[in-house]
């Protein structure tokens, strides 16, 4: 089992960046493949970009793809949301969330395939 807290959230202009940081605890965070997810107000929590367990395999929502990067320490137990060129539309909670995965597969968007989740930060993006 593994328990996952997010950092890094914030304000920021349109056009900025931000680094998302989610801390596992445990000793198996390295058998997990990880992803993050959004919500915004009034919106299904939606899938932003996952990672495989030993981080040689990504993929992106399109929304996202080609402005942030996702990415994992497995020694620092700690995966990561590069995200740049932030637009107000990218405003929103920001979850990580771990499923037990050591395969390349990383097309896995479905929140319900995610068994561990953190308890979000907030991103608000302003024009």
């Known amino acids: 089992q593994v328990q996952l807290v997010e950092s890094g959230g914030g304000l920021v202009q349109a056009g900025g960046s931000l680094r998302l940081s989610c801390a596992a605890s445990?000793?198996?965070?390295?058998?997990?493949?990880m992803g993050w997810f959004r919500q915004a107000p009034g919106k299904v929590r939606e899938f932003v970009a996952s990672?495989?367990?030993?981080?040689?395999?990504?993929y992106y929502a399109d929304s996202v793809k080609g402005r942030f990067t996702i990415s994992r320490d497995n020694a620092k137990n700690t995966a990561y949301l590069q995200m740049n060129s932030l637009k107000p539309e990218d405003t929103a909670v920001y979850y990580c969330?771990?499923?037990?995965?050591?395969?390349?597969?990383?097309?896995?968007?479905?929140?319900?395939?995610?068994?561990?989740w953190g308890q979000g930060t907030q991103v608000t993006v302003s024009s």
């Open positions: 969330a771990g499923r037990r995965a050591m395969t390349p597969i990383v097309r896995v968007t479905a929140v319900s395939e995610y068994n561990y």
């Open positions: 990672i495989s367990w030993t981080g040689a395999n990504t």
């Open positions: 445990g000793r198996t965070f390295s058998s997990y493949a």
